[in-house]
């Protein structure tokens, strides 16, 4: 099980178990906990003490750096956050979209919205592809975008790590990985 998979175990755990789960798992002293839990149910739709449990036990087995690699996945896919999205290694996408289809593609002068995404055989090509684009149903990198003819902008559609995130829909995400990128002048 990955660092996210493990964290996210644990901080989907309910309300009921997370006392229990804190005073097993972790080596916080009882009063700690006891105000973790007061904290809890004066607030409980922050969910700090499943925060605090999935953090204290991530570490306790993955170590801090499976513990920064989960809450960097977990600000990536659950905050839509750019910037974690652009501190991740290939590794860490390839695990946190593990269905998701990674390719590699040569960024030529010109490319358009519509062109990577039909590279990445994200959309089908034609007018079928345009009309999803025009519609809504295509993000790139956690910003819906309705222009097929639009350029790439690094920065905007290509991350400083080289890679774009591409959803289409709700769940169905593309990686991305611009192989010519720093070649070229931005």
């Given at each position: ?21 804190l005073k097993l ?27 605090r449990l999935a ?120 990686i991305i990985k ?9």
């Amino acid at each position: 099980m990955s660092p996210f998979e493990f964290y996210q175990f644990f901080l989907r755990q309910p309300d009921s178990h997370v006392e229990r789960y804190l005073k097993l798992y972790t080596f916080l002293p009882l009063p700690e906990v006891g105000h973790l839990m007061e904290q809890h149910h004066q607030e409980p739709e922050k969910r700090s003490a499943q925060k605090r449990l999935a953090a204290e036990v991530t570490k306790l087995v993955h170590g801090k750096e499976g513990l920064d690699s989960a809450k960097r996945c977990t600000s990536a896919l659950y905050h839509s956050s750019l910037r974690a999205l652009e501190q991740m290694s290939d590794e860490e996408l390839q695990e946190l979209f593990r269905e998701a289809p990674f390719c590699e593609l040569l960024l030529e002068p010109g490319t358009t919205v519509l062109d990577a995404c039909c590279q990445a055989n994200a959309i089908p090509e034609g007018a079928r592809g345009y009309q999803m684009v025009t519609d809504g149903g295509v993000w790139i990198n956690h910003s819906r975008v309705t222009t097929p003819e639009q350029v790439l902008i690094p920065g905007q559609h290509i991350l400083t790590n080289g890679l774009t995130l591409i959803r289409i829909g709700k769940r169905n995400f593309y990686i991305i990985k611009w192989l010519n990128l720093y070649g070229q002048e931005q």
